[in-house]
């Protein structure tokens, strides 16, 4: 059956977020499970991420491509662009300087690094977007939310749950 | 309450909202101070365009009739950069290691790299004259012969300023979007608008969290010997010359400890003044204020070492040119300017060595700014003795600057000081999201030590909650 339902429970610390995301990851709602959910936080927090489980990050591979693209592109650039117009200024020195050119590619390699580096942050954290209509303005003072993508059936057992874990509000969301 | 008591960076039993509330608060409502700042910004950014015009109007000859007229101008260059150096660097070096009372001061100390960056920047320009020429420097198509020279620590510079210039903005605004978040989602009017634009949509889910936490240390991995090769590439201006004085093996440590000093001292100042016009006292207590303090202590002692090797190496490298340089900067017409170095820059740090001192803010703010006035001189003795002294006996002059030299000068530093008085009016300096971290760590390791002392019958190192240290600091 089809996802329709979101709901957005807001507890006052992550220890009651935490204790409802073991439950539902201990099958407490029938059929949802962790990859049904997605905490807001105000912090960063790693230690409640723990509790949902491995969801791995690949920003590090945009460095690395990025390093590489840096190091590599600038190389060629530079090195054809003094082959392309130095030739007849050097007079008989050397076209292409390897010791001057390994400062300027190390520069570009670290700015490759960087800016591919912000590429893979905005592309794995879905930015730019918009926070949606469940997000609540209380998580950016001092709340922690969880969003759970339901069916139908699903929405008044999780509901409960987080009334059970001392949830301050519960919000709903239908997709039609 | 005896201050010397109040060893805690942050107090752990703030409220989340309350944090928001009061460096929100910042935005809308500085102390008078702030505007008096700004005005005399103001002021100073008037002469200097007033004898920047001036000089393009009448020429370089305004600056003084001689060819090494620039001295003054990139010796202020040099100066900027290195005032840079310890905003992003800092902040990078701490967040890798974890030393979380960084927290309430990264923020400001990287906006500073930014604009201390594009202060340096200016220079280039205006030490050339002609800036409407400034693009022949820059690698287009030479269509008049005019292709730079990549084997020059000039094109080096440009290369390696620019990418700092890039990254450090960057890191400054991936450091801050859940803050703009946090802004976009109390304030009204046009910054709300502002910052929902900047905020990127950002909602603090698990995955962006995840995602920024990699991706931050990522970039400050790399930030680190980006600041550093910044640094060094601009002392190969110097030292791959065979000019005395210059052609020094320690220059690039040599520039890099100093330039790691300046930035220090001038964080100290930036602190203490953020501190009073936002009545920031809760978060940038005087226990985090000891502890740059300290540091700035350990970078100027590095700094005097360096400069000591400098002096034995040349002094016992029996190159006699270079030997002649350094007796004349501590005999010559340039001897009052290096030995106010010396004592600005060797001496003076000790007042950092005595706790009541590093706790006497008004001490501090005037030790902060006569260390960065020795770090000042040591970039004019840097790069005048050596000119005063060249190779060319016809261009042998001291060199004295201008009042339009110095008006220049003094025009940027209210350039940057605008630049920052409204970086932080705009945005929030100190970084919400991470002082709610400290907080909650702080307040849980209390907690843990709390019960680990009820189990072991001791106080477990963690402040009880009844603790004098837990009480508002500056309260009675």
């Not at chain 2, 261009?395 to 940027?412: H, K, Q, Y």
Request: charge should be positive.
């Amino acid at each position: 059956m089809k996802k329709t339902h979101r709901i957005l429970g807001l507890f006052s610390n992550f220890d009651e977020a935490t204790n409802a995301i073991y439950d539902i990851r201990a099958d407490k709602v029938r059929g949802v499970s962790v990859d049904d959910v997605t905490l807001i936080s105000p912090i960063e927090h790693p230690e409640v991420e723990e509790a949902l489980g491995d969801r791995p990050v690949y920003v590090q591979f945009f460095t690395m491509f990025g390093g590489l693209f840096g190091l590599i592109g600038s190389w060629l650039w530079i090195s054809s662009a003094q082959a392309t117009f130095l030739v007849q200024p050097q007079g008989g020195k050397a076209v292409v300087t390897l010791v001057s050119n390994f400062v300027l590619n190390y520069e570009m390699m670290i700015l490759g690094s960087v800016l591919f580096t912000l590429i893979g942050f905005l592309a794995g954290s879905r930015l730019p977007s918009k926070p949606g209509s469940l997000y609540s303005e209380k998580v950016s003072l001092d709340q922690i939310g969880i969003i759970l993508e339901l069916e139908q059936n699903q929405v008044e057992p999780a509901k409960s749950l987080f009334r059970a874990h001392k949830a301050l509000e519960i919000r709903e969301e239908v997709n039609t | 309450m005896n201050p010397l008591h109040h060893d805690k960076d942050i107090r752990d039993d703030i409220a989340w909202a309350q944090i928001n509330k009061d460096i929100l608060k910042s935005l809308e409502n500085p102390r008078r101070g702030y505007w008096y700042t700004v005005i005399g910004c103001l002021v100073l950014l008037a002469i200097g365009i007033t004898a920047a015009v001036l000089q393009y109007r009448y020429g370089l000859g305004m600056a003084k009739n001689h060819p090494h007229m620039w001295n003054l101008y990139i010796a202020t260059f040099i100066f900027w950069i290195g005032m840079s150096h310890s905003g992003t660097l800092l902040s990078a070096i701490l967040h890798i290691v974890h030393a979380d009372w960084r927290k309430p001061i990264y923020r400001f100390a990287e906006a500073m790299t930014t604009f201390s960056l594009m202060t340096a920047l200016l220079f280039p320009v205006i030490h050339l004259g002609r800036l409407w020429n400034f693009y022949w420097v820059i690698p287009y198509i030479p269509s008049r012969g005019t292709w730079p020279n990549f084997r020059s620590p000039l094109s080096w510079d440009g290369f390696a300023i620019m990418t700092y210039l890039t990254s450090s903005a960057l890191f400054l605004y991936v450091g801050m979007l859940p803050d703009l978040a946090i802004a976009r989602d109390n304030t009204s009017g046009w910054r709300k608008r502002l910052y929902t634009i900047l905020s990127l949509g950002w909602r603090g889910d698990d995955r962006q969290w995840r995602v920024f936490r990699k991706a931050y240390m990522l970039m400050a991995i790399f930030l680190i010997p980006l600041a550093v090769s910044v640094h060094s590439i601009v002392s190969s201006d110097f030292a791959m010359s065979i000019m005395p004085g210059w052609h020094v093996t320690t220059f690039p440590p040599y520039f890099v400890a100093g330039a790691l000093y300046s930035g220090c001292a001038a964080i100290i100042t930036l602190f203490i003044l953020l501190r009073y016009y936002f009545r920031w006292e809760e978060y940038m207590t005087l226990a985090i204020l000891e502890k740059i303090c300290k540091l700035t202590f350990a970078i100027a002692m590095v700094w005097t070492y360096l400069n000591l090797v400098e002096f034995a190496s040349v002094w016992y490298g029996h190159d006699v040119y270079a030997k002649e340089v350094l007796w004349g900067k501590m005999t010559g017409a340039y001897a009052p300017a290096f030995w106010s170095m010396m004592f600005f820059g060797s001496v003076l740090p000790f007042t950092l060595a005595f706790q009541k001192l590093r706790r006497h803010i008004p001490a501090m703010m005037v030790v902060s700014i006569l260390l960065n006035v020795g770090m000042w001189l040591e970039r004019w003795m840097i790069v005048s003795p050596t000119l005063s002294q060249s190779f060319y006996p016809w261009a042998w002059d001291v060199m004295w600057p201008t009042i339009t030299s110095w008006a220049i000068v003094l025009g940027s530093f209210g350039w940057f000081g605008l630049l920052f008085l409204v970086f932080v009016k705009i945005f929030p300096s100190v970084s919400m999201y991470e002082v709610k971290e400290m907080v909650y760590h702080r307040k849980l390791a209390r907690e843990k030590g709390v019960a680990h002392g009820a189990v072991h019958g001791h106080a477990g190192g963690a402040q009880p909650a009844h603790s004098p240290s837990m009480k508002k600091e500056g309260n009675p």
